[in-house]
């Protein structure tokens, strides 16, 4: 039994948002899917609505009895899975044919064209807006998200199989399975330094996915990067860039250079100068595959992003509310900066809720610097995710290192009364926990408010 060609799927953390995108990969494709997570989502609902069988209880006598024939049955599991898992355990003592999430992805992507978008931010998306671009100029096109696509409200578009877009995630170095025809880096700042201890083993992991890049594929980097390749940029002397960026109604304008010819006009809808790199990169890729500039100048201005990436819950003349999953320091400067351009008279108030023990103790200085360049900063408690505490690390002491007197450490349930008693006009929800589900309840609030 092949991964292509197993009659029964089952997948250890269903819900995660790409396991989610693979099983409706194989659901798509005719497959009988099913699977356990740890608790309900909106992601399981979905799945769930598509006929997938998913319990959020590890036993073996949950599993569905068709899944259970070692023969047919393909099992894929996420790291976040413990090796101690009952049913991931039952699997391999029985003979499975058991494979992580990123073994299966190269796989998949190995069938046609594999294009890749790999770096610590950004990629997501990049991703996104390649995946929209490709399918809105009718390439047959099979997309893997890294988040919802607020264009096609879900994580996997399918329109044919002669082009694959992927997330080339560097977490556990799994990006390294696959062997794209063409791929880019848009960052490499230190992260996930739990896995790889420094920040150099980071970027020779990098250099060794550029290597990974078909001979006769096509390579790019994001300008200023220490690798060789296509560069992109914006208003640089890069092979692809933006030039001539203005602001109108909220969007860029810009004129999109090649190495060979220069295009008028483009439109992006998405605020930020880094989200516009992430435009740019996306534009070279699809326009080197062989899009025409008239369909991909269409599709871009018809993007409308990725949920929980500068996400507008409330955007009025008095009050706006932005969710972003911005968890690293670059990450949140850039937000900042983003906003600032768009609200450069308004009192920014940023609720952050930093992610993972680890990171907060690797970054915290920076976490410090960028975050207190708001107005007002809410700082609630570490979410844990996979980790259990480390001695020392906590948002209290990131609090101490923030500068701005305009802070405090507060609880879930003490954000909204604080929100009601601050005067900021922009609000933004920060962070890659589990702070996405309260704007649900902080949005509610707000509007009932006013």
Not at 398 to 406: E, G, T
């Amino acid at each position: 039994m092949t991964v292509l060609n197993a009659h029964n799927v089952y997948f250890l953390g269903i819900g995660g948002i790409g396991m989610s995108a693979l099983a409706r990969y194989f659901h798509t494709n005719g497959k009988n899917v099913a699977g356990y997570d740890r608790t309900a989502s909106d992601i399981t609902t979905d799945l769930r609505g598509l006929g997938i069988d998913i319990h959020f209880e590890d036993t073996v006598t949950a599993i569905p009895p068709a899944f259970l024939n070692s023969s047919k049955t393909l099992v894929v599991y996420t790291p976040a899975i413990p090796k101690s898992h009952q049913e991931l355990q039952y699997f391999r003592s029985k003979g499975f044919k058991v494979l992580k999430r990123s073994e299966v992805l190269g796989e998949i992507a190995g069938q046609g064209t594999c294009l890749a978008v790999a770096g610590t931010h950004g990629k997501t998306t990049t991703t996104s807006i390649l995946g929209h671009l490709l399918y809105d100029c009718d390439v047959p096109v099979t997309a893997f998200f890294g988040g919802i696509s607020e264009n096609y409200n879900t994580n996997f578009i399918s329109k044919g199989t002669e082009v694959t877009v992927v997330e080339a995630d560097e977490f556990d170095r799994s990006f390294l399975t696959l062997n794209p025809d063409m791929a880019c880096i848009t960052s490499m700042d230190a992260d996930h330094l739990d896995i790889y201890g420094d920040a150099e083993a980071l970027e020779s992991t990098f250099r060794k996915f550029s290597k990974q890049v078909k001979a006769n594929g096509t390579f790019f980097v994001k300008n200023g990067l220490p690798l060789n390749g296509l560069t992109y940029g914006l208003e640089d002397d890069s092979d692809f860039r933006a030039e001539n960026i203005r602001i109108s109604d909220g969007r860029y304008i810009f004129d999109f250079r090649t190495p060979n010819k220069t295009y008028k006009n483009f439109e992006f809808n998405l605020p930020g100068r880094h989200n516009l790199s992430n435009a740019i990169i996306a534009l070279a890729m699809a326009a080197t595959y062989g899009c025409p500039h008239q369909q991909l100048a269409k599709g871009l201005a018809s993007y409308k992003g990725v949920r929980r990436r500068f996400t507008y819950h409330i955007k009025t003349e008095d009050l706006v509310l932005i969710d972003d999953y911005a968890h690293h320091p670059q990450e949140i400067e850039a937000v900042y900066q983003a906003l600032r351009e768009m609200y450069p008279e308004k009192k920014l108030l940023a609720i952050f809720q930093p992610h993972l023990y680890s990171r907060t103790r690797d970054f915290v200085e920076g976490f410090a610097e960028s975050l207190s360049k708001f107005d007002a900063i809410i700082l609630l408690d570490i979410y844990p995710a996979r980790e259990l505490p480390i001695e020392g690390v906590s948002s209290a002491w990131l609090l101490q290192k923030i500068k701005n007197p305009n802070k405090q450490l507060l609880k879930k349930t003490e954000v909204l009364d604080a929100i009601k008693k601050s005067d900021a006009s922009v609000i933004l929800t920060i962070g890659a926990g589990d702070i996405g589900e309260e704007v649900k309840t902080i949005k509610k609030a707000m509007v009932l408010a006013n």
